[in-house]
């Protein structure tokens, strides 16, 4: 893991992705892991949110973009879309984001996102904006 990519994983989750209990298992640009509890992040009907299934993607997304910006740079989501294949309803989804392009403004990552058993249950696709900090 390269100084920088330690660096992303000691700023965590943010305090959504904290509250839902998602935690980063791996992170490069190329590559990211991470599990969330489906239990907490439940609909009404007892099955992982889709909104979870979303903070669940972009946030793990947006890590690995961060690994990608480099020093002094950082993303912005601009577009994020997700399709649902099948609910989960305990348990935990595990998240794998991988780059899809990695250029010196844009980064776009599908996020496989599958449940316990190994079954997709969405796919993800976030696309950031790598910005300076000023």
């Known amino acids: 893991m390269t100084d920088h ?4 994983r000691s700023i965590g989750v943010g305090e959504l992705g ?3 209990g998602i935690e980063l298992q791996e992170i490069s640009a190329d590559r990211a892991t991470a599990r969330m509890p489906v239990h907490g992040n439940r609909q009404p009907f007892g099955l ?8 669940l993607a972009e946030t ?8 990608h910006a480099g020093p002094g740079r950082y993303p912005v989501g601009i577009e994020v879309s997700a399709a ?3 609910s989960a309803s305990e348990g935990y989804v595990y998240a794998t984001a991988t780059a899809l ?8 990552h599908e996020i496989v996102i599958v449940d316990e058993a190994g079954a997709r249950t969405c796919t993800a696709r976030l696309t950031c904006f790598l910005r300076d900090q000023s």
């Open 18 to 20: 904290l509250a839902m």
């Open 84 to 86: 649902h294949h099948r």
């Open 48 to 55: 992982v949110h889709g909104g979870a299934n979303v903070v």
């Open 101 to 108: 392009s990695l250029g010196r403004t844009l980064t776009t």
């Open 5 to 8: 990519a330690e660096r992303v």
């Open 60 to 67: 793990l997304g947006s890590m690995a973009a961060a690994v």
